[in-house]
């Protein structure tokens, strides 16, 4: 019993169905395949930020800005995923933060970003729901949003109506190949799809599938927490992010273990928390995010979201009477560096890795044209040398 396409893509989140329908696209036969259903990873779990904020200058920022362009192609080309190009907010409550806001606003414009500090008032402008202890904001006029789960199920569909074969649920068992090129994928019910490519866009779960193959990529899980709240009586414009995002800032003279938390975020000392709430195209609000690093659970957790309700209703007080419709996790891949893993030439011949997507809102697209025109011999739009598994060195599994 078995299958033979030219390429099979395991992993059915933003970059796996962005990858198998740019290859469709290009001519392949592909079968793209999930151990769940499409988008059932952390694509289908976040509130959908699109979010330059905190690029790091150099490679990170220049690569999320060409991603950025190319989300804002995709709005144009496919039907609507609620993309909104609607700037991004980081709230400050504690005037304390206001230093570090204005050291971050200096790094980020030589960064290249054309980010302002607001004063409540300004900010009152673009956000009139806000809190009365919400005291000012950072603002970017490049960060969008975009509903990620609907984006996920467009490219499926796309991918299916251009004659592509989408497998779900079913687990690749193993990546077979000989001792220098891919042969094909092992299903866990014995099935064999024979293919010349595979390409690995597992996020978190890479590793299990590159093990046996003798290679490893230093990746760490990392659980987001999230929920979401039935239609609101108010619509925010920007994305907003809050104060609690600067400490991942360090300014010259700021000693940031001195700057205030709010008390819920002491109620777990495993769990660190970044504020990011948006609002849907129907009205309900996406928020979060308490995370854990180093964690393989997918379950949301009782401090995680009391946090996220606490803190989220402090910067806008009608959260708090909102009904809550759904609370969930996702899980991440994260690279010490930050950056993905887009390579054509790990392993044998054949074996591509598109993982490591710790933003995949904003790279998990763009990523899948860049691997498609890798593997069909054109120019990749943005070099992907950068991205190469190489800089780390893939250790033996």
């Not at 200096?106 to 402008?125: F, I, K, M, S, Y």
């Not at 006029?141 to 251009?162: G, K, M, S």
């Not at 011949?349 to 697209?365: P, Q, T, Y």
Request: proline share 7%.
């Amino acid at each position: 019993m078995g299958l033979s396409v030219e390429a099979v893509v395991i992993g059915a989140g933003i970059a796996g169905t962005a990858t198998a329908l740019a290859l469709r696209q290009a001519g392949m036969a592909v079968a793209l395949l999930d151990t769940h259903y499409v988008g059932w990873g952390a694509s289908g779990r976040n509130p959908g930020f699109l979010w330059l904020q905190t690029k790091a200058k150099g490679t990170a920022m220049d690569f999320s800005l060409a991603c950025r362009h190319f989300a804002g192609e995709l709005a144009e080309s496919l039907p609507d995923f609620g993309f909104r190009a609607c700037g991004g907010l980081i709230l400050y409550r504690d005037l304390a933060y206001e230093p570090v806001a204005r050291a971050f606003v200096a790094d980020r414009n030589a960064a290249g970003l054309p980010v302002a500090l607001l004063d409540r008032p300004a900010l009152l402008e673009l956000c009139p729901d806000i809190g009365p202890e919400v005291s000012g904001a950072v603002w970017n006029p490049l960060d969008a949003h975009q509903d990620t789960r609907r984006l996920v199920a467009l490219l499926a569909r796309q991918f299916e109506e251009a004659g592509g074969l989408i497998m779900a649920p079913c687990r690749a068992q193993s990546i077979e190949a000989s001792a220098s090129a891919i042969k094909g994928v092992l299903l866990a019910d014995g099935t064999r799809i024979a293919c010349r490519f595979v390409v690995i866009a597992a996020g978190p779960w890479t590793n299990g599938l590159l093990d046996p193959l003798g290679l490893r990529l230093p990746l760490t899980s990392i659980r987001f927490e999230a929920a979401e709240t039935g239609p609101a009586p108010f619509r925010l414009g920007p994305v907003a992010a809050g104060q609690a995002l600067f400490r991942f800032f360090t300014p010259p003279g700021v000693d940031l273990a001195s700057l205030p938390r709010e008390p819920t975020e002491m109620l777990c000392p495993d769990l660190g928390f970044t504020e990011q709430i948006a609002s849907l195209p129907d009205g309900s609000l996406q928020f979060g995010c308490a995370y854990a690093i180093g964690n393989d659970s997918d379950a949301p957790t009782v401090a995680g979201q009391a946090m996220a309700y606490a803190i989220h209703s402090k910067n806008f007080p009608a959260v708090a009477r909102l009904p809550v419709v759904r609370n969930w996790a996702g899980l991440v891949a994260q690279t010490p560096d930050g950056l993905p893993v887009i390579d054509a030439g790990a392993g044998p011949e054949g074996l591509v890795i598109n993982a490591g997507h710790f933003f995949g809102n904003l790279a998990g697209a763009f990523s899948g044209r860049l691997v498609a025109q890798t593997l069909t011999g054109q120019t990749p739009s943005y070099a992907i040398n950068a991205f190469n598994a190489g800089r780390f060195g893939l250790v033996d599994g």
